[in-house]
């Protein structure tokens, strides 16, 4: 990966994230690989030994569906029913299915899920859009105010206007500087 992807948003953000200006930070099978295990402890029920053609299309096909939504949304308008009801045929094939089970002391619950690795990866990150999208919090979602970036986050606090305070924030800040000492010369 040329850049390493920016993490720590909701999940279904930053899988949006790993396509900032001009790149595909999942480009690749090893790409997706890579994202994957950044997602693991977060995530559990996305673990994927060695993703496949398939898995790669179909994160693919659910980062465009929800990268077209929050694009509608961030603009005030109004999300692509297309792409909504691709994110909701994404869940339905490979729905989770909660099973009781005895633990030795008590009843436990596992989640299981159908279809195919590819439909199971696709499902997981649909209903994280679902969660993100019905939040109440997506009112807040913005864009990185750096010139060169497009990236989205949900601001902790109001005044949050970067997608990362290393990264942009800190590219804005220096270029301020050396704006500011090259008018002084």
């Known amino acids: 990966m040329a850049e390493a992807p920016l993490v720590g948003e909701p999940l279904a953000l930053d899988l949006v994230n790993t396509r900032p ?3 595909d930070l999942l480009s690749t099978r090893d790409d ?3 994202w994957l295990a950044l997602q693991a402890e977060r995530f559990p029920e996305l673990a994927v030994a060695r993703p496949t053609s398939a898995d790669l299309a179909a994160v693919h096909a659910v980062r465009d569906h929800i990268g077209a939504i929050l694009d509608a949304l961030i603009r ?3 999300p692509p ?4 009801r691709e994110l909701n045929a994404a869940q339905a094939a490979a729905p989770a299915i909660r099973q009781l089970e005895w633990g030795g002391a008590a ?5 299981r899920r159908d279809g195919t690795a590819a439909e199971r990866l696709a499902a997981v990150l649909a209903e994280a859009a679902t969660d993100l999208l019905t939040d109440p919090s997506i009112g807040k979602l913005k864009r990185c105010e750096a010139d060169d970036c497009v990236l ?3 601001p902790a606090h109001p005044r949050r206007r970067w997608c990362s305070p290393e990264r942009c924030g800190n590219r804005v800040r220096v270029a301020r500087y050396y704006q500011r000492h090259k008018l002084a010369d």
């Not at 029913?81 to 909504?84: I, K, M």
């Open 32 to 34: 997706l690989a890579n």
């Open 152 to 154: 989205l986050f949900l």
């Open 21 to 23: 200006s001009g790149a």
């Open 76 to 78: 005030d308008r109004r």
């Open 81 to 84: 029913t297309d792409a909504l």
């Open 107 to 111: 009843v436990i619950a596992t989640m």
